[in-house]
């Protein structure tokens, strides 16, 4: 089904040990054609949420690493 968005990347979340989960991302490029997106609720017979990305204020971290940093 078309609902003429243009559409940048698709990515399904999976676990860490690889099991795929029923989350999908998918990622638009910005425009103000795109502003409908939020409107949609269903979409085939799934229920759907589409969420902006928040913008970041703080400093990211990696999650991955344990090194301590002492100043």
Excluded at 18 to 30: A, M
Aim: hydrophobic share 40%; with cysteine.
């Amino acid at each position: 089904m078309d609902r003429g968005f243009a559409i940048t990347s698709v990515h399904r979340m999976k676990r860490l040990n690889g099991t795929p989960i029923p989350l999908v991302i998918i990622i638009f490029p910005k425009a103000e054609d795109n502003t409908e997106i939020h409107i949609i609720r269903h979409l085939v017979e799934l229920a759907v949420k589409v969420e902006s990305e928040e913008a970041k204020t703080d400093i990211g971290q990696c999650y991955r690493c344990t090194v301590e940093v002492q100043g």
